[in-house]
Nanobody, 120 residues
Framework: QVQLVESGGGSVQAGGSLRISCAAS????????AAWFRQAPGKEREFVAA????????NYADSVKGRFTISRDNAKNTVYLQMSSLKPEDTAIYYC?????????????WGQGTQVTVSS
């Protein structure tokens, strides 16, 4: 199993940047695909970005392509989400998730979330 703890959320003005982090503990982090999801008030949780175990493959939601960058440092057991050109509609709780490499759609492990608020 792996435990996930997000950090780095906060408030930022539209057009600004923010980087959030997710620290993993437990099993080797390289055994997992890592991803970010978000949930805005009154909305369903949605996929934001994912990264393969070695960082070689990434995938983004259309709404964040070109603005967000996911990366990971397995030596530090950490995955990052660099967010730029932020918009008020990016306001949400951002969750880190992990799926075993052998079951890439099974995001079985989740963090507690970190709030990101973008003001206009």
């Amino acid at each position: 199993q792996v435990q996930l703890v997000e950090s780095g959320g906060g408030s930022v003005q539209a057009g600004g940047s923010l980087r959030i982090s997710c620290a993993a503990s437990g099993r080797a982090f390289s055994d997992y695909i890592a991803a970010w999801f978000r949930q805005a008030p009154g909305k369903e949780r949605e996929f934001v970005a994912a990264i393969s175990w070695n960082g070689g493959l990434t995938n983004y939601a259309d709404s964040v392509k070109g603005r967000f960058t996911i990366s990971r440092d397995n030596a530090k057991n950490t995955v990052y989400l660099q967010m730029s050109s932020l918009k008020p509609e990016d306001t949400a709780i951002y969750y880190c998730a992990a799926a075993p490499n052998t079951r890439p759609r099974d995001y079985a492990y989740w963090g507690q979330g970190t709030q990101v608020t973008v003001s206009s």
